[in-house]
């Protein structure tokens, strides 16, 4: 080949080559950014959050992660985001609000997405029914709380009480025996529906009917219902935080106002270390019409049906949820893991305080009513405080609340 053909073959290789790199598309090396929003918990817990999501970052190099903490009016920002067509990639949400989601075609199915290796069968059944709509998986639970007993060991002692009580009536005996001993009170009461719907599913009634209004004012719910009642108004062996100057049930029981309350897997954090000289422990909430009986509440992630990168979404998705992410999530023991196998690991069915919550994940009632919760939940609020506080009777309280809600349900239908 002589010299000008030679410079000839040269000058055509580069230029194939110059062509070739520039029309071909890109590698699987171009990264993208997606966007993952979520409410605002503790310092401690979006500095877990933050490490699991630079390990994530870490195993997939090609995908970054923007978190956005939206700290006020969360669902109401999602929801304007979502009909603007500027919501997040992936996103937090909470099982009371998933149904009216789920219901409105924003929410990318994710059944597609899920392989045998995912091994969808290790999530605990109740959980992840609670993100299933007609047959889909819309969200994965990332973690939850069912409630416990929480009791004093020193006021139970002093007061000769060896076990934490089994039944209700036995919690009310128990109640009767620590009021005005150690503590103030013996039992401390949380008169919202979301720790209450328990009460009403003891006797076989409901919170919604099958048309989705609410249904909480018959016989049976008002069963379940009177036991708070009677205790508080005729026994006086319960106080709400607001009785006693605190701001929550844990609050109550950390101050030493009560010698028990129910509370979910949050309050043992808080309470050792905000209270460290509080010597407890806790049981699984007392059966009451002989059946076992909790609520649970959890929150999953779900993808934006209009997302671009639903590949890199269902990564992010997989991995948080996955055995290696949902492990580092949860060791600390902020979250309960969802995954059979990873309370497993980490111990949490054996744990002496937690034990007893995740015991209570299998017949808890999901903390969901229906696609309109805002008007169930206030006018339940609302009007069973006020039955409470002895203003009405609770036949009348629950009637007129479930009335309202009805009407308002009907408004927005």
């Given at each position: 080949?002589n010299?000008?053909?030679?410079l000839?073959?040269w ?7 110059f ?5 071909l598309?890109?590698?699987s ?13 503790s310092?401690v ?5 933050k ?8 195993k997939h ?8 903490v939206?700290?006020d ?9 979502l ?6 990639d ?7 609000e ?5 219901n ?15 091994d969808l069968?290790d999530?605990e059944k109740?959980?992840l ?14 973690d939850?709380?069912?409630l416990?007993?929480?009791y004093?060991?020193?006021a139970?002692?002093h007061s000769?009480l ?8 036995e919690?009310?005996r128990?109640?009767?025996r620590?009021?005005?001993?150690v503590n103030?009170?013996?039992?401390g009461?949380s008169?919202e529906l979301a720790r209450q719907?328990?009460k009403?599913k003891?006797?076989?009634g409901?919170l919604?009917d099958k048309?989705?209004?609410a ?23 319960s ?19 009560v ?9 043992i954090p ?17 059966k009451?019409?002989?059946?076992k ?5 959890t ?5 934006n049906k209009?997302?671009?990168h639903k590949?890199?979404a269902?990564?992010?998705?997989s ?6 992410g949902?492990t580092?999530w949860t060791?600390t023991g ?18 002496p305080?937690?034990s007893?919550l995740v015991?209570?994940?299998?017949y808890a ?10 008007a169930?939940?206030?006018n ?7 039955a409470?506080?002895g ?7 629950m009637?007129?609340a ?8 009907k408004?927005?239908e």
């Amino acid at each position: 080949m002589n010299k000008r053909k030679w410079l000839y073959f040269w000058a055509l290789v580069t230029a194939t080559i110059f062509i070739s790199c520039h029309l071909l598309p890109p590698t699987s090396t171009s990264s993208v950014t997606i966007k993952l929003s979520g409410w605002g918990g503790s310092p401690v817990e979006q500095k877990l959050l933050k490490q699991v999501l630079q390990n994530f970052e870490a195993k997939h190099p090609t995908i970054k992660v923007k978190y956005e903490v939206i700290s006020d009016q969360y669902m109401d920002v999602i929801k304007t985001r979502l009909i603007g067509e500027a919501a997040p990639d992936v996103f937090y949400l909470d099982a009371l609000e998933a149904p009216f989601l789920m219901n409105q075609n924003v929410l990318e199915p994710l059944d597609s997405y899920i392989k045998p290796e995912f091994d969808l069968a290790d999530f605990e059944k109740n959980l992840l029914n609670i993100f299933k709509y007609q047959n889909h998986i819309y969200g994965l639970p990332k973690d939850y709380s069912t409630l416990a007993l929480f009791y004093n060991k020193k006021a139970f002692n002093h007061s000769g009480l060896k076990s934490p009580p089994t039944t209700w009536d036995e919690l009310r005996r128990y109640s009767q025996r620590l009021t005005g001993k150690v503590n103030k009170y013996g039992f401390g009461e949380s008169p919202e529906l979301a720790r209450q719907a328990y009460k009403i599913k003891a006797f076989g009634g409901k919170l919604i009917d099958k048309n989705g209004y609410a249904a909480f004012a018959n016989e049976a719910a008002l069963k379940g219902l009177n036991l708070v009642i009677e205790q508080y108004r005729k026994k006086q062996t319960s106080a709400l935080s607001s009785d006693v100057g605190a701001s929550s049930g844990s609050d109550m029981f950390g101050q030493g106002k009560v010698s028990m309350v129910i509370e979910g897997n949050w309050a043992i954090p808080y309470l050792q270390e905000t209270f460290p000289q509080i010597d407890f422990a806790t049981a699984e909430v007392p059966k009451i019409n002989n059946k076992k009986g909790t609520m649970v509440y959890t929150v999953a992630y779900v993808m934006n049906k209009q997302t671009k990168h639903k590949k890199a979404a269902w990564e992010l998705i997989s991995y948080l949820t996955g055995k290696e992410g949902m492990t580092k999530w949860t060791r600390t023991g902020f979250a309960l893991p969802t995954r059979k196998s990873v309370a497993s690991k980490l111990g949490y069915d054996q744990d002496p305080l937690r034990s007893a919550l995740v015991a209570g994940v299998n017949y808890a009632t999901p903390w969901q009513v229906g696609e309109y919760p805002a008007a169930i939940v206030n006018n339940f609020d609302n009007q069973f405080l006020s039955a409470l506080l002895g203003e009405q009777p609770l036949n009348q309280a629950m009637l007129r609340a479930q009335n309202n809600a009805n009407q308002q349900i009907k408004m927005m239908e």
